[in-house]
């Protein structure tokens, strides 16, 4: 088995590396005293040699330090309520040795190096989770929403988070037609303080048409998709030019907090990575639990619903019996802005416990009955089909109806017996030290 390497003197090399190079220091003798490394290793790595574990786990796809930071990242995840897939994990571990910078792209890991992963790494395991069934949803567990809030205080200690950085998101959905059924997804945040974010407003679509940006509000953005709802590539897009850049501008601390549900373009490893990246912290509620967790839930969406329904209600009175995307951009401007008013986003923290913090805001109305599980009428078991579809609503109520939130008709049917498996840290205290040493040498993008 291969020397023990010590990752505190790999980064003191790797620093007295970079000081020879940028001449801050001229002898190797002197940055060998410096960084106390020792002489004989600096100047072989100075002068080319590669790192002896970096050479050993040439047998696997990732390195040791790698995949100690993988590791940290599964645990962090389970920590924020987002237990990783296996396929997540994966997706993870390609963005590090992506995230190399070689000349020569690396292989993805292959098909079997997850299994691969585990072994090395015992103190990881998998297990299935069923979600929440549609009945039990409806009475609140108080032992899950306790955690809950103990995540929440305890992620705003470790990484020094302010209230005036605490964000939330989600999408909320409209059924926009009155003749012809057509629906628009439009994704939300609020902070704190009282302020909205621009939103961004997704449309189904191949294109964007230059039509749809004539007297649009300044900020506001558009994306299609093939079906008209988000995706990981729509999320991702909303962090980077929506969240990041307009949440940057008024950082208080070093950290923002971003609360969300668990939906899968939420809690992508992509849109993970790019978090971790840029000091921004996602917890994730626990299943079925926005309508008593989520501030834009608890106070601004039932009033966007209400004020959207009026305008349309008054449409129909005017025997307007269409609505295209440009009116519905039109209208959205009007019902936007009298929604999300400072006191309306300020009462959803106050109301879900979040800021200030006062867990007991939320507990006290919890409905401590426990009723027997049973699946949501209408439903079976296995069928992961949406139970309804979107049907043209021929009056005001009925298109409050319709305006479902996004995602919420899957979550309701897949609610009841599907189990999804998710990666766990079993004992985080006895983290691996050592790759076990390789049999053989695989052949090329083998990806173990």
């Known amino acids: 088995m291969p020397k023990k390497i010590d990752p505190h003197q790999e980064g003191r090399i790797l620093l007295a590396i970079n000081a020879l190079k940028k001449g801050q220091i001229t002898s190797i003798r002197s940055a060998a005293r410096n960084f106390d490394v020792p002489r004989s290793t600096l100047k072989a790595r100075y002068h080319g040699r590669i790192q002896q574990l970096t ?10 330090l790698e995949e100690e930071s993988l590791v940290q990242w599964i645990l962090s995840m ?17 963005i590090l040795i992506a ?21 090395r790494h015992l103190e990881l395991t998998t297990k299935y989770i069923c979600r929440y069934n549609y009945k039990r949803a409806k009475c ?16 705003k200690a470790q990484y020094g988070i302010l209230d005036k950085d605490t964000y939330n998101f989600d999408e909320t959905g409209f059924a926009m037609g009155i003749i012809a059924s057509t629906k628009v997804i439009v994704i939300e945040s609020v902070n704190a303080c009282g302020w909205a974010l621009p939103p961004l407003i997704i449309f189904k679509g191949k294109v964007l048409l230059l039509g749809w940006y004539d007297n649009l509000p300044q900020g506001w953005r558009i994306a299609v998709s093939d079906n008209g709802w988000t995706n990981n590539a729509i999320g991702l897009d909303w962090l980077q030019k929506t969240f990041d850049l307009f949440s940057k501008a008024k950082l208080k601390g070093q950290y923002h907090m971003l609360v969300l549900d668990g939906h899968g373009s939420h809690v992508a490893p992509e849109f993970d990575w790019y978090c971790i990246q840029n000091n921004i912290i996602i917890v994730c509620m626990p299943p079925h639990s926005s309508h008593i967790l989520q501030p834009l839930d608890v106070s601004c969406f039932a009033v966007l619903k209400r004020v959207y329904g009026g305008l349309v ?5 005017l025997d307007i019996q269409h609505i295209d995307k440009l009116d519905f ?9 009298e929604t999300f008013k400072s006191s309306n986003i300020s009462q959803g923290f106050v109301g879900t ?56 008709a899957q979550e309701m049917a897949q609610s009841s017996t599907i189990a999804q498996e998710v990666v766990e840290v079993a004992n985080p205290e006895g983290m691996t030290q050592t790759l076990p040493a390789p049999q053989r040498r695989p052949s090329k993008c083998s990806g173990n």
């Open 55 to 64: 050479t050993y786990t040439k047998s696997y796809r990732m390195s040791q």
């Open 78 to 94: 389970g920590k924020r309520g987002l237990p990783p897939r296996p396929s997540g994990v994966q997706s993870m571990a390609n």
């Open 99 to 119: 995230e190399r910078g070689e000349p020569t792209p690396s292989c993805p890991v292959g098909k079997n190096w997850f299994g691969d992963f585990l072994k």
């Open 140 to 155: 609140e567990d108080p032992k899950l929403i306790q955690e809950w809030f103990d995540n929440v205080i305890a992620v």
């Open 313 to 317: 209600e008054r449409k129909m009175h």
């Open 329 to 337: 951009l039109e209208m959205y401007s009007i019902v936007q802005q």
């Open 353 to 408: 416990g979040l800021v200030p913090y006062n867990p007991n805001h939320v507990m006290s109305k919890l409905q401590l009955e426990v009723e027997e599980i049973s699946t949501p009428p209408g439903s079976s078991y296995g069928n992961s089909e949406v139970p309804w579809v979107l049907k043209t609503p021929h009056n005001s109520i009925q298109l409050q109806k319709h305006s479902l939130t996004a995602q919420e």
